[in-house]
């Protein structure tokens, strides 16, 4: 399976964070189909604090094309969505991810998967484990309530699934 991590901290044109990750969503569901989604989490912009909250989300999907095409495919979404990429983990929009591409470990300058930061962070393991509560990463074989156990506390408390 596929896994795709999307935050927004900005509204925009299509509304608040979770019109735009709907829109998102939406946008791939039209070349990928949508398994399932995560809950909606909300937590502090990473890593600066004094940005807006982030609300972020998971889906699993089934794609037929590569990881390369599929990256492409969600960063024309972003800047369709209105992202602009000035200073790295400014606000933004949207956000897309790809976390897991079916277990593959990928390392080059366009891509790395598992997403390299991704078992450090808590609005990707709490959602994650809400889509895929047996998932195991691709490379240190470590489940998904191991790693959610190994975050700080802080990152414990400062995640609110919203319902």
């Not at 901290?9 to 709907?22: A, E, F, P, R, T």
């Not at 509560?133 to 959610?148: A, E, G, R, S």
Request: hydrophobic share 40%.
């Amino acid at each position: 399976m596929i896994y795709l991590s999307i935050g927004s901290n900005l509204k925009s044109v299509w509304g608040n964070k979770i019109d735009n990750i709907n829109k998102c969503i939406f946008l791939i569901s039209k070349f990928a189909k949508i398994k399932d989604k995560s809950n909606f989490y909300k937590t502090p912009s990473y890593p600066n604090r004094l940005f807006p909250n982030f609300v972020n989300v998971i889906i699993r999907v089934e794609y037929k094309g590569n990881p390369d095409k599929l990256l492409k495919n969600l960063n024309l979404i972003e800047k369709f969505m209105g992202r602009i990429k000035r200073i790295k983990n400014s606000p933004r929009v949207c956000d897309i991810d790809i976390i897991d591409f079916n277990g593959l470990v990928i390392e080059n300058k366009i891509l790395n998967l598992p997403h390299p930061g991704m078992h450090k962070r808590n609005f990707v393991l709490f959602p994650l484990r809400d889509v895929s509560p047996n998932w195991h990463h691709p490379v240190t074989n470590k489940n998904i309530d191991f790693l959610t156990k190994k975050l700080s506390l802080s990152s414990h408390i400062e995640i609110t699934r919203i319902r």
